[in-house]
């Protein structure tokens, strides 16, 4: 067990439509990151929190949006879905500072009919 | 998005034997993590490499920081079949907070 909380699990819906995934992270950490990982796909970096901002961000779609609030949980917002948002959507926490390894959760299925 | 070549994409290898990956960029990083995924779960953290020429053993796995930073090398020895699943290696460079991962090492063990 890792430590990193991602609800829900899985997740089905349907192309147009808006959802929210949630991640509690390591107690103790202050740093949030989301990756996508499509099937048989390596992890592409979405964004990255600290303590409430954002640090860095990466290949993250206008469609997408995420923020982490004062208790340091984290949300990841997916509107206008399309069938290519279907993925794994993984939340990482880390301590923060320079070199910490980022620790994962299980992620969150995402499938869109 | 940027990402790091890892190799070999799969491999498939008897129980028993031992197996070398690498991960290679043309950038200089300063820390190297490796890390395993196994089907429906996240990737855990195996080793972290924080030094040029560092290498760490976590029981049958042995993980080098390549001397010219630019590359990382993971080892398991004496396969089983639990080692099965996808080895990802990810590189921070100085002055960032973004680590990058690699493609992936896709392990499978046949008994």
């Known amino acids: 067990d890792s430590g990193v909380t991602q609800t829900p699990k899985h997740l089905i819906t349907a192309t147009g439509q808006r959802v929210t995934l949630r991640c509690s992270p390591r107690s103790g950490d202050l740093s949030v990151y989301w990756y996508q990982q499509s099937l048989d796909q390596g992890l592409q970096f979405l964004i990255q929190y600290y303590n409430g901002e954002e640090r860095a961000k990466g290949n993250i779609l206008e469609r997408f949006s995420a923020q982490q609030f004062p208790d340091l949980h984290s949300e990841l917002n997916l509107s206008s879905l399309e069938l290519g948002d279907s993925a794994l959507y993984f939340c990482?926490?880390?301590?923060?500072?320079?070199?910490?390894?980022?620790?994962f959760g299980d992620g969150t299925r995402l499938s869109i009919l | 998005g940027q990402q790091l070549n890892q190799s070999p994409q799969s491999m498939f290898i008897q129980e028993g034997e031992d197996v070398s990956m690498n991960c290679t960029s043309s950038?200089?990083?300063?820390?190297w993590l490796w890390y395993k995924q196994e089907p429906g779960e996240g990737p855990v953290l195996l080793i972290a490499l924080y030094k040029a020429g560092e290498l760490t053993s976590n029981g049958r796995l042995t993980a080098q920081f390549g001397i010219t930073r630019k590359d990382s090398f993971l080892n398991i020895s004496a396969s089983i079949p639990s080692d099965v699943g996808i080895y990802f290696c990810?590189?921070?460079?100085?002055?960032?907070?973004?680590?990058?991962f690699g493609t992936g090492t896709r392990l499978k063990v046949l008994a």
């Open positions: 990810a590189g921070l460079t100085s002055g960032t907070y973004k680590y990058i």
């Open positions: 990482a926490s880390s301590a923060g500072t320079p070199n910490q390894p980022q620790h």
């Open positions: 950038s200089i990083f300063n820390t």
